[in-house]
Protein backbone atom coordinates (compact mmCIF):
# COMPACT_ATOMS: atom_id res chain seq x y z
CA UNK A 1 0.00 0.00 0.00
CA UNK A 2 1.02 3.39 -0.58
CA UNK A 3 1.52 6.54 1.54
CA UNK A 4 -1.06 8.50 1.98
CA UNK A 5 0.59 10.96 0.30
CA UNK A 6 1.24 9.02 -2.94
CA UNK A 7 -2.20 8.02 -3.42
CA UNK A 8 -3.62 11.86 -2.95
CA UNK A 9 -1.78 12.88 -5.91
CA UNK A 10 -2.61 9.47 -7.74
CA UNK A 11 -5.45 9.69 -9.79
CA UNK A 12 -8.25 7.25 -9.89
CA UNK A 13 -8.39 4.48 -11.96
CA UNK A 14 -11.16 4.72 -14.75
CA UNK A 15 -10.46 0.59 -16.21
CA UNK A 16 -11.67 -2.44 -14.55
CA UNK A 17 -9.00 -3.49 -12.28
CA UNK A 18 -8.81 -7.20 -12.06
CA UNK A 19 -9.36 -8.51 -8.44
CA UNK A 20 -8.54 -12.74 -7.52
CA UNK A 21 -11.86 -14.46 -7.62
CA UNK A 22 -10.92 -16.13 -4.32
CA UNK A 23 -11.14 -12.39 -2.83
CA UNK A 24 -15.26 -12.67 -2.46
CA UNK A 25 -15.26 -15.46 -0.71
CA UNK A 26 -12.40 -15.09 1.65
CA UNK A 27 -13.38 -11.92 2.79
CA UNK A 28 -16.90 -12.86 3.55
CA UNK A 29 -15.65 -15.24 5.64
CA UNK A 30 -13.29 -12.92 7.31
CA UNK A 31 -16.15 -10.97 7.60
CA UNK A 32 -18.51 -13.16 9.48
CA UNK A 33 -15.39 -14.81 11.76
CA UNK A 34 -14.54 -11.35 13.13
CA UNK A 35 -18.41 -9.88 13.22
CA UNK A 36 -19.89 -12.60 15.50
CA UNK A 37 -16.08 -12.87 17.35
CA UNK A 38 -16.34 -9.05 18.66
CA UNK A 39 -19.84 -9.14 18.90
CA UNK A 40 -19.99 -11.68 21.28
CA UNK A 41 -17.53 -10.35 23.32
CA UNK A 42 -18.70 -6.46 23.39
CA UNK A 43 -21.96 -7.57 24.21
CA UNK A 44 -21.85 -7.41 27.78
CA UNK A 45 -20.24 -3.76 27.38
CA UNK A 46 -22.62 -2.19 24.55
CA UNK A 47 -26.05 -3.40 27.47
CA UNK A 48 -24.66 -1.00 30.19
CA UNK A 49 -23.35 1.70 27.49
CA UNK A 50 -27.21 1.49 25.67
CA UNK A 51 -28.61 2.19 28.88
CA UNK A 52 -26.47 5.19 29.54
CA UNK A 53 -27.37 6.74 26.61
CA UNK A 54 -31.14 6.69 27.10
CA UNK A 55 -30.33 8.30 30.54
CA UNK A 56 -28.16 10.77 28.66
CA UNK A 57 -31.01 12.06 26.63
CA UNK A 58 -34.58 11.65 25.61
CA UNK A 59 -34.66 9.50 22.17
CA UNK A 60 -33.90 5.81 20.87
CA UNK A 61 -30.99 3.97 21.62
CA UNK A 62 -30.01 3.36 18.32
CA UNK A 63 -30.09 5.41 15.07
CA UNK A 64 -30.62 4.50 11.95
CA UNK A 65 -28.37 5.85 9.17
CA UNK A 66 -29.82 5.83 5.31
CA UNK A 67 -27.37 5.34 3.63
CA UNK A 68 -25.54 3.88 -0.04
CA UNK A 69 -25.13 -0.22 0.10
CA UNK A 70 -23.53 -2.14 -3.09
CA UNK A 71 -25.04 -1.44 -6.58
CA UNK A 72 -27.02 1.70 -5.13
CA UNK A 73 -28.99 -0.40 -3.08
CA UNK A 74 -30.10 1.74 0.37
CA UNK A 75 -29.99 0.02 3.58
CA UNK A 76 -29.64 1.48 7.11
CA UNK A 77 -26.28 1.52 9.04
CA UNK A 78 -26.66 0.84 13.13
CA UNK A 79 -24.99 3.21 15.51
CA UNK A 80 -25.40 3.86 18.93
CA UNK A 81 -27.46 7.05 18.76
CA UNK A 82 -25.04 10.15 19.79
CA UNK A 83 -26.94 13.04 19.09
CA UNK A 84 -30.08 14.96 20.09
CA UNK A 85 -32.86 13.21 18.65
CA UNK A 86 -34.50 16.55 16.71
CA UNK A 87 -30.56 16.45 14.97
CA UNK A 88 -31.79 18.16 11.46
CA UNK A 89 -29.64 20.95 10.06
CA UNK A 90 -32.43 23.42 11.61
CA UNK A 91 -31.01 22.41 14.81
CA UNK A 92 -27.27 24.12 13.70
CA UNK A 93 -28.28 28.37 13.63
CA UNK A 94 -24.47 28.76 12.66
CA UNK A 95 -23.97 29.67 9.58
CA UNK A 96 -20.50 28.98 9.42
CA UNK A 97 -21.10 25.43 10.84
CA UNK A 98 -23.74 25.09 8.44
CA UNK A 99 -21.26 25.57 5.38
CA UNK A 100 -18.93 23.24 7.34
CA UNK A 101 -21.15 20.52 6.59
CA UNK A 102 -22.12 21.08 3.58
CA UNK A 103 -18.18 20.71 2.22
CA UNK A 104 -17.02 18.17 4.99
CA UNK A 105 -20.14 16.21 5.90
CA UNK A 106 -19.15 16.48 9.35
CA UNK A 107 -18.52 19.45 12.04
CA UNK A 108 -15.93 19.17 14.80
CA UNK A 109 -18.18 21.04 17.60
CA UNK A 110 -21.54 19.60 16.41
CA UNK A 111 -24.15 21.19 18.60
CA UNK A 112 -26.01 18.32 18.54
CA UNK A 113 -23.60 15.68 19.51
CA UNK A 114 -24.74 14.29 23.35
CA UNK A 115 -21.95 14.48 26.18
CA UNK A 116 -21.93 10.84 26.11
CA UNK A 117 -22.18 10.74 22.62
CA UNK A 118 -18.75 12.41 22.08
CA UNK A 119 -17.01 10.04 24.12
CA UNK A 120 -18.95 7.22 22.09
CA UNK A 121 -17.44 8.90 19.15
CA UNK A 122 -14.03 9.64 19.76
CA UNK A 123 -13.84 5.56 21.22
CA UNK A 124 -15.66 4.44 18.15
CA UNK A 125 -17.57 2.68 20.30
CA UNK A 126 -21.01 4.09 18.66
CA UNK A 127 -20.29 2.32 15.14
CA UNK A 128 -20.36 -1.42 17.10
CA UNK A 129 -23.87 -1.94 16.11
CA UNK A 130 -22.52 -1.92 12.43
CA UNK A 131 -21.40 -5.07 13.08
CA UNK A 132 -24.89 -6.10 12.72
CA UNK A 133 -25.01 -5.04 9.11
CA UNK A 134 -21.68 -7.13 8.45
CA UNK A 135 -23.34 -10.07 9.56
CA UNK A 136 -26.67 -9.66 7.57
CA UNK A 137 -24.64 -9.13 4.21
CA UNK A 138 -25.21 -4.86 4.32
CA UNK A 139 -21.82 -4.31 4.91
CA UNK A 140 -17.94 -5.11 5.50
CA UNK A 141 -15.40 -5.08 7.92
CA UNK A 142 -13.36 -2.95 5.59
CA UNK A 143 -14.48 -0.90 2.53
CA UNK A 144 -15.21 3.12 1.67
CA UNK A 145 -16.67 5.02 3.94
CA UNK A 146 -20.32 4.53 4.31
CA UNK A 147 -22.12 7.64 2.79
CA UNK A 148 -25.49 9.30 2.01
CA UNK A 149 -27.21 9.68 -1.23
CA UNK A 150 -26.65 13.15 -1.47
CA UNK A 151 -22.81 12.39 -0.59
CA UNK A 152 -23.09 10.54 -3.85
CA UNK A 153 -22.53 13.48 -6.15
CA UNK A 154 -18.86 14.07 -4.50
CA UNK A 155 -17.81 11.38 -6.23
CA UNK A 156 -18.09 12.79 -8.93
CA UNK A 157 -17.20 10.69 -12.17
CA UNK A 158 -16.24 7.57 -9.81
CA UNK A 159 -19.97 6.82 -8.51
CA UNK A 160 -20.16 3.81 -10.21
CA UNK A 161 -17.05 2.65 -9.14
CA UNK A 162 -17.55 3.32 -5.82
CA UNK A 163 -20.60 1.44 -5.87
CA UNK A 164 -18.81 -1.78 -6.69
CA UNK A 165 -18.33 -2.73 -3.42
CA UNK A 166 -19.79 -2.88 0.33
CA UNK A 167 -18.52 0.00 2.35
CA UNK A 168 -17.11 -0.54 5.53
CA UNK A 169 -16.58 -0.24 9.17
CA UNK A 170 -13.20 0.81 8.61
CA UNK A 171 -11.03 1.67 5.71
CA UNK A 172 -8.25 3.50 4.22
CA UNK A 173 -9.69 6.64 5.05
CA UNK A 174 -10.35 5.89 8.57
CA UNK A 175 -6.88 4.73 9.27
CA UNK A 176 -5.40 8.01 7.15
CA UNK A 177 -6.73 11.11 9.52
CA UNK A 178 -10.55 10.11 9.20
CA UNK A 179 -12.42 13.24 9.47
CA UNK A 180 -9.06 15.63 9.00
CA UNK A 181 -9.07 15.07 5.71
CA UNK A 182 -10.78 16.96 3.10
CA UNK A 183 -13.68 15.52 1.11
CA UNK A 184 -11.49 15.21 -1.94
CA UNK A 185 -8.58 13.32 -0.31
CA UNK A 186 -11.47 11.19 1.55
CA UNK A 187 -12.89 10.41 -2.25
CA UNK A 188 -9.32 9.45 -3.63
CA UNK A 189 -8.57 7.37 -0.65
CA UNK A 190 -12.28 5.35 -1.19
CA UNK A 191 -11.79 5.12 -5.30
CA UNK A 192 -8.09 4.00 -4.44
CA UNK A 193 -9.43 1.17 -2.30
CA UNK A 194 -11.50 -0.16 -4.51
CA UNK A 195 -8.37 -0.33 -7.38
CA UNK A 196 -6.83 -2.34 -5.24
CA UNK A 197 -8.77 -4.36 -2.93
CA UNK A 198 -7.30 -7.59 -1.79
CA UNK A 199 -7.12 -9.73 1.44
CA UNK A 200 -3.67 -8.40 2.09
CA UNK A 201 -4.60 -4.93 2.05
CA UNK A 202 -7.55 -5.81 4.24
CA UNK A 203 -5.11 -7.50 6.59
CA UNK A 204 -3.22 -4.32 7.01
CA UNK A 205 -6.13 -2.02 7.18
CA UNK A 206 -7.51 -3.67 9.91
CA UNK A 207 -4.34 -3.77 11.49
CA UNK A 208 -3.68 -0.19 11.28
CA UNK A 209 -7.16 0.55 12.28
CA UNK A 210 -6.36 -0.30 16.43
CA UNK A 211 -3.96 2.09 16.73
CA UNK A 212 -6.06 4.49 14.86
CA UNK A 213 -8.94 3.98 17.41
CA UNK A 214 -6.84 4.30 20.24
CA UNK A 215 -5.04 7.51 19.44
CA UNK A 216 -8.85 9.30 18.46
CA UNK A 217 -6.99 11.02 15.30
CA UNK A 218 -9.68 12.31 13.96
CA UNK A 219 -12.44 11.25 15.93
CA UNK A 220 -15.61 13.80 16.51
Not at 11 to 32: E, F, G, H, N
Not at 172 to 185: H, I
Given at each position: ?115 VGRYLRKASIDEL ?70 VMLDVIILAKTIP ?9
Amino acid sequence: MGTLDSIKTTQPKTAACRISPWYAPVKRLMDIAIAATILTVALPVLLPIALIVVLDSPGPIFYRRHVVGRHGKPFYAFKLRTMVEESDLSYITDGGRREEFKSRYKLRKDPRVTRVGRYLRKASIDELPQLINVLKGEMSLVGPRMISFPELEKFGPWQDKILEVKPGITGLWQVSGRSNLEYDDRVRLNVYYVDNRSVMLDVIILAKTIPAVISAKGAY
